[in-house]
């Protein structure tokens, strides 16, 4: 007999409910669950990767140890015995900084690895910690810390209430949201229109979103902050800054605006390909719309001047007095305290440390992963020889993956959790992996904080784990457990309590603890009767809606004690780069230079849903778009296989012509390129696609936050034989 249970899926930062129907321990169907308050039954194609992840004969149901260029599977006695000696024996004989951590985008969507997980993984003392943050959202944190005082402080748009929403380098569409928990976003931006409103895109490609906004203007790639700085000018120079409109302690305006004057519509218009008038006219309706907000996301965050542009976004919000208010750009009040858990996780601070060779500035006791090739391969004190990776997969999501895999096989030992033999766990000594996200729990506590309307939501584990089957936690806790008491007296006997102490509280314990201390909870000892405990939570597995975003950065400030950085000195003192941007960009433009940004599809996820057959089937995805003026100039038709080159590599790519891209610019979409030897994912490696980051640089960094500067990339592209086809464009929507 079948059974419908409620569920979260964790495949994107949407976190949409769900009902998984079960029938003998096997998923017979997952669909949308309509009384979902967030999602309200929504759900995008890939959540039939949650099955297809789960059932899928190619991800490791045991722990295997590598045996020349085989893996052999072993108990997780042996396993955990074999991993934590050879971690061990490099910090023993190394010290703690020769081991690296390196932890994937999944960490964000499970709770056990963003609690204990964490402990466990920042118990090494290692400076050598770095995540995929650092190739995706590290310019908003460094710009949120300067600015409100905390990295994880980054406003998101009030969507429920906004008319005027301006999209800067985001395709919500496909993402769901980013940094902006928002499932169903066709709905809301259709919400917006239907009260009136207007959403504008600034892309250099007319994605999904900029087809279903009001309005699309290209932009050159890496050329963000001039263009919203030359925004921000005509704010102040027609007296519609508004910073009144939210009481907030505010310092440095007067620096922003002197910085801007230099920055007029006209200068810029010849670096960022927007005409002055357009800028003029997109500046006027956004200040003087009564509910506006400003978003920006992965597309202005992958330049090398990522976090100018992260600073600019919320610095517009704050001179058109959308900042902190309704309709705005606000802050979510999550039912758990985000700011108590990451104090005490350790993700408070900026810049107390560098990387060793290059001298990359951490970010929350992170350092850039770009950097970790050449920590493997530079010798001396506190050369990486060991690395430690969770739920990632860095030699395709981190610049020159080539680089970076060439450096992995140098390592004197290697560990993943993982849960397949995937192009970086290849190189590993040891796999650990853990149960699919059907057999865990869920609570989303990262994302919530980022949700355009507060909430909380538990679920139950659909399917019930295996006998042997361990959590990613419960992997690291005892790692981390044999690693630290190694060759210590009664070692198995304080390992075994350590452990069992900790499984004993787990996830359950801790997330009734802040819950209870959170802003919404019943408190330690139920003194507020009516709020949050986990209990009431099991009681609601829907979800519970807490309502819609309330104004709180003032009072965020009276607690800190320092009033909102408009103007952040190390931002302003950056700024003269702009001077060199502008030349750079109006140069390359005149010279026909190609650039390369990056694009996703809503049926996949970086590179771990390519071994889904039900969402790679259809047409090829990995194709390079290019505008048909580039094309026609280059002798390429759509079906051609190109060259694609930059200054670390080359890679074969058909092309699809397409009017949606801007003239001048390129685009390839990242998580592919499954076919490097002894990968063990069938499908992934039928449909191999290539790599991105092939071709992307890992000198290229954002200069103030270490994040890799994907986009804006200088390529050539030649055909491998030329055609003497007239290119014929094809639509955006089966361009992928």
């Known amino acids: 007999m079948s059974e419908t249970r409620l569920a979260t899926c964790t495949l994107c930062e949407a976190a949409c409910g769900i009902a998984v129907q079960v029938e003998g321990g096997r998923v017979v169907s997952i669909r949308g669950d309509a009384d979902d308050p967030m999602s309200r039954g929504y759900v995008c194609p890939k959540v039939i990767g949650m099955r297809d992840l789960h059932e899928d004969p ?28 050879g971690i061990a024996r490099v910090r023993r004989e190394h010290g703690r900084d020769a081991l690296a951590v390196y932890q994937g985008n999944p960490t964000a969507h499970n709770l056990g690895l963003l609690t204990f997980g964490q402990v466990a993984l920042r118990s090494f003392g290692t400076k050598n910690i770095s995540s995929a943050s650092s190739t995706d959202q590290v310019p908003h944190m460094v710009a949120a810390y300067e600015m409100f005082g905390h990295p994880i402080l980054m406003p998101v748009p009030d969507l429920e209430r906004t008319r005027y929403l301006l999209i800067v380098g985001a395709n919500p569409l496909v993402s769901n949201g980013s940094l902006m928990t928002a499932p169903d976003m066709k709905r809301r931006l259709a919400e917006i229109r239907a009260r009136g409103g207007k959403v504008v895109v600034l892309d250099p490609r ?7 906004a009001d309005e699309h203007v290209f932009v050159a790639p890496g050329t963000d ?22 009481p907030l302690p505010v310092e440095g305006l007067a620096e922003l605006q002197l910085l801007a004057s230099r920055f007029a519509p006209e200068r810029c218009a010849a670096a960022t390909g927007v005409p002055a008038e357009v800028v003029r006219r997109i500046a006027f309706e956004l200040a003087s719309s009564d509910r506006a907000a400003v978003y920006g996301r992965v597309g202005i965050c992958h330049q090398e001047q990522g976090t100018l542009a992260a600073w600019l976004v919320y610095a517009l ?7 902190d208010r309704p309709g705005g750009a606000m802050f979510p009040t999550p039912a758990i305290d985000v700011l108590l858990l990451t104090k005490m996780l350790g993700f408070v601070g900026e810049g107390r440390f560098a990387s060793r060779v290059r001298g990359a500035r951490e970010m929350a006791g992170e350092v850039p992963v770009a950097t970790l090739s050449e920590e493997i391969e530079t010798e001396g004190p506190g050369q990486v020889r060991a690395l430690l990776t969770s739920a990632g997969n860095p030699v395709l999501s981190s610049p020159n993956g080539r680089r970076l895999e060439q450096a992995l096989a140098k390592l004197d030992f290697m560990v993943c959790v993982d849960s397949y033999v995937n192009e970086t766990t290849r190189h590993a000594h040891v796999i650990l992996p853990p149960v699919s996200p059907l057999e865990r729990p869920h609570y989303d506590v990262a994302l919530a904080a980022f949700s355009v309307r507060n909430g909380a939501k538990y679920v139950e584990a659909p399917i019930a784990r295996p006998e042997t089957g361990r959590h990613d936690w419960e992997i690291l806790v005892d790692l981390a457990a044999r690693i630290h008491l190694d060759g210590r007296a009664l070692r198995p006997l304080a390992r075994r309590a350590l452990v069992a102490a900790t499984k004993r509280f787990g996830t359950d314990g801790f997330l009734d603890l802040f819950l209870r201390l959170g802003p919404h909870g019943a408190g330690v000892l139920g003194q507020r009767p009516h709020g949050l405990t986990l209990s009431r939570l099991r009681h ?10 309330e104004p709180r950065l003032g009072a965020l400030c009276e607690k800190t004690g320092r009033a909102v950085q408009a103007a952040p000195q190390r931002f302003v003192a950056e700024a ?16 026909g230079q190609l650039v390369l940004v990056g694009r996703r599809h809503l049926r996949s996820n970086n590179s771990w849903l390519h071994n889904s057959r039900a969402l790679v089937k259809g047409p090829v995805r990995c194709t390079l778009l290019m505008s048909p003026a580039d094309a026609r100039a280059r002798g390429i038709a759509t079906g051609a296989e190109v060259t694609l080159r930059s200054r670390v590599g080359s890679i074969v790519v058909p092309v699809e012509v397409s009017e949606e891209m801007m003239e001048g610019v390129v685009s390839l979409p990242h998580g592919w390129g499954h076919d490097r030897p002894g990968v063990k994912m069938g499908v992934a490696t039928a449909h191999a696609g290539v790599s991105l980051n092939d071709v992307t640089d890992e000198m290229a960094l954002d200069k103030l936050s270490g994040n890799a500067a994907f986009s804006g990339l200088d390529v050539t592209v030649e055909a491998v034989r030329r055609v003497g086809l007239d290119p014929a464009p094809v639509s955006a929507r089966n361009s992928g």
């Open 58 to 85: 190619d991800r490791l149901r045991a722990p295997v140890i590598r045996e020349g260029s085989a893996f052999r599977e072993v108990s997780w006695e042996q396993a955990l015995d074999v991993a934590a000696r």
């Open 206 to 212: 007319r994605t999904e979103t900029a087809e279903a």
């Open 225 to 246: 902050p001039l263009l919203l700085l030359s925004i921000v000018h005509v704010v102040f120079e027609r007296h519609l800054d508004r910073p009144k409109r939210s």
């Open 317 to 323: 919000n704050l001179v058109t007095g959308n900042l």
């Open 540 to 549: 609601a597995p829907h979800g519970i809606d807490l309502g819609p975003l």
């Open 576 to 591: 003269s780069s702009l001077e060199e941007l502008l030349e750079r960009a109006a140069r390359r433009k005149e010279r």
